[in-house]
Protein backbone atom coordinates (compact mmCIF):
# COMPACT_ATOMS: atom_id res chain seq x y z
CA UNK A 1 0.00 0.00 0.00
CA UNK A 2 1.30 3.69 -0.61
CA UNK A 3 1.99 5.84 2.39
CA UNK A 4 -0.54 8.80 1.42
CA UNK A 5 -3.90 6.76 1.87
CA UNK A 6 -2.67 4.59 4.54
CA UNK A 7 -1.57 7.80 6.94
CA UNK A 8 -4.71 9.14 5.91
CA UNK A 9 -6.45 6.09 7.06
CA UNK A 10 -4.29 6.19 10.24
CA UNK A 11 -5.19 9.32 10.82
CA UNK A 12 -9.14 9.29 10.66
CA UNK A 13 -8.63 5.93 12.77
CA UNK A 14 -11.66 6.05 15.58
CA UNK A 15 -11.16 1.84 16.58
CA UNK A 16 -10.32 3.15 20.61
CA UNK A 17 -13.27 4.13 21.67
CA UNK A 18 -12.20 3.77 25.26
CA UNK A 19 -9.70 7.15 25.34
CA UNK A 20 -10.74 9.50 27.87
CA UNK A 21 -9.91 12.81 25.63
CA UNK A 22 -11.18 10.53 22.88
CA UNK A 23 -9.15 8.76 19.53
CA UNK A 24 -6.33 11.42 17.91
CA UNK A 25 -3.68 9.83 16.18
CA UNK A 26 -0.35 11.62 16.55
CA UNK A 27 2.42 10.34 14.70
CA UNK A 28 4.74 11.82 11.68
CA UNK A 29 6.36 9.49 8.83
CA UNK A 30 7.28 9.39 5.03
CA UNK A 31 7.96 6.63 2.33
CA UNK A 32 11.50 8.98 3.02
CA UNK A 33 12.42 8.49 6.33
CA UNK A 34 15.72 7.43 7.16
CA UNK A 35 15.21 7.34 11.05
CA UNK A 36 12.77 6.07 12.96
CA UNK A 37 11.38 6.93 16.83
CA UNK A 38 9.76 4.25 18.17
CA UNK A 39 8.00 5.60 21.42
CA UNK A 40 5.04 4.76 23.78
CA UNK A 41 2.27 7.14 23.52
CA UNK A 42 1.57 10.72 22.84
CA UNK A 43 0.84 12.04 25.98
CA UNK A 44 -1.93 14.60 27.74
CA UNK A 45 0.44 17.96 26.45
CA UNK A 46 0.96 15.72 22.82
CA UNK A 47 -2.90 15.36 22.53
CA UNK A 48 -3.72 18.90 22.75
CA UNK A 49 -0.76 20.22 20.57
CA UNK A 50 -1.73 17.25 18.14
CA UNK A 51 2.35 16.90 17.77
CA UNK A 52 4.66 14.70 18.93
CA UNK A 53 7.52 15.14 21.66
CA UNK A 54 6.67 18.81 21.64
CA UNK A 55 7.85 19.19 25.01
CA UNK A 56 10.61 18.68 27.71
CA UNK A 57 10.87 14.56 26.70
CA UNK A 58 11.12 16.30 22.88
CA UNK A 59 14.16 19.03 24.34
CA UNK A 60 15.57 15.99 26.13
CA UNK A 61 15.43 13.61 23.11
CA UNK A 62 16.37 16.03 20.64
CA UNK A 63 19.83 16.68 22.77
CA UNK A 64 20.50 13.38 22.56
CA UNK A 65 20.01 13.14 19.07
CA UNK A 66 22.51 16.44 18.22
CA UNK A 67 19.45 17.91 16.49
CA UNK A 68 17.51 20.99 15.92
CA UNK A 69 13.24 21.06 16.19
CA UNK A 70 13.25 21.81 12.54
CA UNK A 71 15.44 18.20 11.52
CA UNK A 72 13.17 16.41 14.10
CA UNK A 73 10.06 17.64 12.68
CA UNK A 74 10.99 16.35 9.00
CA UNK A 75 8.97 13.99 8.50
CA UNK A 76 11.14 13.42 5.05
CA UNK A 77 13.80 12.63 7.19
CA UNK A 78 12.22 11.10 10.92
CA UNK A 79 9.96 9.08 11.64
CA UNK A 80 7.89 9.75 14.71
CA UNK A 81 5.68 6.73 15.69
CA UNK A 82 4.40 5.59 18.91
CA UNK A 83 3.41 2.02 19.71
CA UNK A 84 0.62 3.82 20.39
CA UNK A 85 -1.15 6.65 18.31
CA UNK A 86 -3.87 8.12 20.84
CA UNK A 87 -3.11 9.48 24.50
CA UNK A 88 -4.40 6.48 26.55
CA UNK A 89 -5.06 8.21 29.39
CA UNK A 90 -3.48 7.89 32.79
CA UNK A 91 -3.72 6.34 36.78
CA UNK A 92 -2.34 7.04 39.97
CA UNK A 93 -0.29 9.85 37.74
CA UNK A 94 1.01 7.96 35.61
CA UNK A 95 0.17 7.77 31.65
CA UNK A 96 -1.57 4.75 31.03
CA UNK A 97 0.11 1.69 28.30
CA UNK A 98 -0.55 2.28 24.64
CA UNK A 99 -3.28 0.53 23.68
CA UNK A 100 -2.30 -2.82 22.15
CA UNK A 101 -4.91 -2.71 19.12
CA UNK A 102 -2.99 0.16 17.40
CA UNK A 103 0.31 -1.65 16.53
CA UNK A 104 -1.77 -5.07 16.24
CA UNK A 105 -4.08 -2.73 13.26
CA UNK A 106 -1.19 -0.08 12.28
CA UNK A 107 2.44 -0.52 12.94
CA UNK A 108 3.80 -3.66 10.37
CA UNK A 109 1.54 -1.88 7.61
CA UNK A 110 3.39 1.57 8.42
CA UNK A 111 7.35 0.05 8.86
CA UNK A 112 6.42 -1.57 5.74
CA UNK A 113 5.23 1.64 3.90
CA UNK A 114 9.22 2.94 5.13
CA UNK A 115 11.55 1.17 3.38
CA UNK A 116 14.23 3.23 3.86
CA UNK A 117 14.90 3.40 7.80
CA UNK A 118 18.50 2.77 8.81
CA UNK A 119 18.04 3.33 12.42
CA UNK A 120 15.41 2.32 14.95
CA UNK A 121 15.27 4.35 18.36
CA UNK A 122 13.63 2.14 20.90
CA UNK A 123 11.99 4.56 23.81
CA UNK A 124 10.92 2.38 26.35
CA UNK A 125 9.51 -0.61 27.46
CA UNK A 126 6.44 -1.17 24.65
CA UNK A 127 8.54 -0.30 21.65
CA UNK A 128 11.39 -2.35 23.03
CA UNK A 129 9.41 -5.32 23.65
CA UNK A 130 7.69 -4.73 20.24
CA UNK A 131 10.90 -4.23 18.25
CA UNK A 132 13.29 -6.83 20.28
CA UNK A 133 10.55 -9.70 21.13
CA UNK A 134 13.74 -11.52 22.46
CA UNK A 135 14.34 -8.75 25.39
CA UNK A 136 10.61 -9.20 26.69
CA UNK A 137 10.68 -9.17 30.45
CA UNK A 138 14.46 -7.97 30.41
CA UNK A 139 15.52 -5.24 32.32
CA UNK A 140 15.41 -2.06 30.61
CA UNK A 141 18.65 -1.24 32.11
CA UNK A 142 20.23 -4.37 30.69
CA UNK A 143 18.85 -3.69 27.46
CA UNK A 144 20.37 -0.03 26.91
CA UNK A 145 22.95 -1.39 28.52
CA UNK A 146 23.58 -3.84 25.52
CA UNK A 147 22.87 -1.35 22.94
CA UNK A 148 26.05 -2.28 20.96
CA UNK A 149 23.99 -5.38 20.29
CA UNK A 150 22.24 -4.30 17.59
CA UNK A 151 23.85 -1.24 16.75
CA UNK A 152 24.19 0.69 14.08
CA UNK A 153 20.22 -0.70 13.06
CA UNK A 154 18.55 -0.57 16.46
CA UNK A 155 19.07 1.83 19.84
CA UNK A 156 17.41 0.76 22.64
CA UNK A 157 16.69 3.66 25.42
CA UNK A 158 15.01 4.98 28.38
CA UNK A 159 12.09 7.86 27.80
CA UNK A 160 13.69 10.89 27.79
CA UNK A 161 10.84 12.10 29.91
CA UNK A 162 12.01 14.25 32.89
CA UNK A 163 10.69 11.45 35.10
CA UNK A 164 14.11 9.47 33.97
CA UNK A 165 16.26 11.77 35.77
CA UNK A 166 17.07 9.52 38.61
CA UNK A 167 17.88 6.53 35.89
CA UNK A 168 20.46 8.99 34.04
CA UNK A 169 21.95 9.82 37.16
CA UNK A 170 22.55 6.21 38.62
CA UNK A 171 23.71 5.75 34.73
CA UNK A 172 26.35 7.80 33.81
CA UNK A 173 27.47 5.50 31.48
CA UNK A 174 24.34 6.38 29.15
CA UNK A 175 25.59 9.78 28.62
CA UNK A 176 29.16 9.25 27.83
CA UNK A 177 29.08 5.76 26.25
CA UNK A 178 25.15 5.97 24.06
CA UNK A 179 24.55 9.18 23.14
CA UNK A 180 28.22 10.23 20.96
CA UNK A 181 27.56 7.29 19.40
CA UNK A 182 23.97 7.96 18.72
CA UNK A 183 24.75 11.57 17.68
CA UNK A 184 27.23 10.19 15.13
CA UNK A 185 24.81 7.41 13.88
CA UNK A 186 22.09 10.47 13.57
CA UNK A 187 24.22 13.34 11.82
CA UNK A 188 25.65 10.46 9.76
CA UNK A 189 22.12 9.65 8.20
CA UNK A 190 21.11 13.04 8.12
CA UNK A 191 24.10 13.86 5.84
CA UNK A 192 25.67 16.34 8.45
Known amino acids: MPIEPLLTEIRACTACDRLPLGPRPIFQ ?3 SARILIA ?22 LRDWLGIDRA ?14 FCY ?17 R ?12 ELTILLGR ?11 GAALTKAVEGWRVHFPRLVPLVHPSPRNIGWLKRNPWFETDVIPALRERV ?5 R
Open 29 to 31: ASA
Open 39 to 60: GQAPGRVAHGQGRPFDDLSGDR
Open 71 to 84: AFYDSSRIALVPMG
Open 88 to 104: PGTEKGADLPPRPECAA
Open 106 to 117: WREKLLGAMPDI
Open 126 to 136: YALDWHLPEAR
Open 187 to 191: ATLLG
